[in-house]
């Protein structure tokens, strides 16, 4: 198992910037792909963000291309997501999740943390 805590979120106003972190304990963290997927309110969970085991791949929605930036630290065993020029439409809650696998649905979830970005 392996538990995931996200910190970072709150209140920005639109052409801000946040950084997420996404803490993991328990397994080996080089082990997950990890990822950051949100829920926007009355809405379903999207993907934003993922990064392979290995570090070297990430992958992005169409919606945040270019304005956001995954990276992890196999050091600290975090994961941070880097927003840039965020809308108000990338207000949600953002979660953080993990998988042993390369592709597919994920196992583990952090408890997620509200973004808001007001205009």
């Known amino acids: 198992q392996v538990q995931l805590v996200e910190s970072g979120g709150g209140l920005v106003q639109a052409g801000g910037s946040l950084r997420l972190s996404c803490a993991a304990s328990g397994r080996a963290f080089s082990n997950y792909r990890m990822g950051w997927l949100r829920q926007g309110q009355g809405k379903g969970r999207e993907f934003v963000a993922s990064i392979s085991r290995s570090g070297l791949k990430t992958s992005y929605a169409d919606s945040v291309k270019g304005r956001f930036t995954i990276s992890s630290d196999n050091t600290k065993n975090t994961v941070y997501l880097q927003m840039n020029s965020l809308k108000p439409e990338d207000t949600a809650v953002y979660y953080c999740?993990?998988?042993?696998?390369?592709?597919?649905?994920?196992?583990?979830w952090g408890q997620g943390t509200q973004v808001t970005v007001s205009s």
């Open positions: 999740a993990a998988d042993r696998k390369d592709y597919g649905p994920y196992d583990h």
